[in-house]
């Protein structure tokens, strides 16, 4: 049974209708849990940098740093000049399915394996995501998508604070070429292959979503800022039409996240605060949810900020609005919410 429900629940008056609502959440936690590997193992989520620094040779370090054409930084780059020893790139524009226009879409089964062999990861390795942000962007994509690919979740785990906070505590960076365990001494047994697992369940495409106008199953809740929502402005990738999915929800990933400008350190905001966050934006999270973005990124914020207080991982609608919001699909957009 959640937490946060049961503060939410005035111990003196317990109606029929909370008793409900709670039955429901626990309905769909136990769907989720038969689709997810320890999903209820949570201890180990997010790891402080201190913790990260005791256990640095025991663990596999990936630097999962992405970002926007618009913001003109290179992540390939910015890693070469400075990452934590030991890590290894995690590119989403380069482990994705080149097949598709769209951006880093999820991989197939073959390439991921390819890839984590490339990267020295294995299926029982412990993950330690970070990116330079302090901001979970990429780093909950990337997170997410060793969930998809069957990684127990209680072997990925999140950098509290990312780059920044591991610099603040005064841990050594190093600058150096991006490598492939085949082509360094890492001590990584070659012989040992990844076997993943895709699981369905934690991700939408386009015809779920379509189908979800109809039989309206689960909220779907979009990430990207007001103003691209409610089609004020033009979207940062050309072409692209503006506006959002029919009776979605807007809840900007930036809402969930404590600024890095003016000293600040990032990371999610309380979470009190997240879950009023989501009740303030009318989400019921008694029911299931899924989440949306540009490209299927800071969805994964949203889906993150749910699952770290508890409640089941929303999938996420891979090809978001760089598919949906193409003008030869011919999808119904709204730029309301009626």
Same mark, same amino acid.
């Given at each position: ?44 989520? $997010? ?12 663990? =596999? ?5 992405? $970002? ?14 400075? %990452?934590? =020893? ?58 997410? &998508?060793?969930?998809?690919?069957? %990684? ?12 920044p906070a591991w610099e603040r505590e005064g841990y050594p960076v190093q600058s150096g070429p991006i490598e492939n365990s085949t082509n360094n001494n890492d001590g990584v047994d070659q ?5 993943? &697992? ?30 691209? $929502? ?13 506006? %959002? ?32 966050? $989501? ?16 490209s299927g990124t800071t969805a994964a914020v949203l889906s993150l900020g749910l699952y770290k207080l508890g409640y089941p ?19 119904? &957009? ?5």
């Open positions: 049974m959640l937490k946060s429900l049961i503060i939410n629940i005035n111990k003196s008056s317990v109606t029929s209708n909370n008793i409900s609502k709670i039955s429901k959440v626990n309905q769909i936690n136990r769907y989720f849990s038969s689709k997810m590997t320890n999903v209820d193992d949570r201890s180990k989520l $997010f790891v402080s940098p201190k913790w990260l620094k005791e256990n640095q040779n025991n663990v =596999k370090i990936v630097d999962a740093s992405w $970002f926007m054409a618009h913001e003109k930084r290179d992540p390939r780059k910015e890693f070469v000049d400075k %990452h934590i =020893k030991s890590a290894k790139l995690f590119d989403i524009d380069e482990i994705c399915d080149k097949t598709v226009s769209l951006p880093h879409n999820l991989p197939s089964e073959q390439v991921f394996e390819k890839e984590m062999k490339r990267l020295g990861i294995t299926n029982d390795d412990h993950i330690i995501i970070y990116d330079t942000r302090a901001q979970y962007v990429a780093s909950a994509r990337v997170w997410w &998508t060793f969930l998809i690919f069957g %990684h127990s979740a209680s072997k990925v785990s999140l950098l509290e604070g990312g780059l012989s040992k292959t990844y076997k993943s &697992t895709f699981n369905n369940d934690l991700v939408k495409n386009k015809q779920d979503i379509l189908n979800n106008l109809q039989n309206k199953e689960y909220q779907l809740i979009d990430a990207r800022s007001a103003d691209r $929502f409610w089609g004020r402005v033009d979207e940062p990738r050309p072409g692209l039409l503006r506006g %959002h999915i029919p009776n979605s929800l807007n809840i900007p990933w930036t809402d969930l996240i404590e600024p890095v400008a003016n000293g600040g350190h990032g990371g999610f905001i309380p979470n009190d605060k997240v879950l009023s966050t $989501f009740k303030e934006k009318g989400v019921d999270l008694s029911s299931k949810i899924a989440t949306t973005c540009g991982l929303a999938p996420i609608y891979d090809g978001s609005w760089s598919e949906w919001g193409l003008p030869l699909n011919k999808l119904p &957009t709204s730029c309301s919410n009626n």
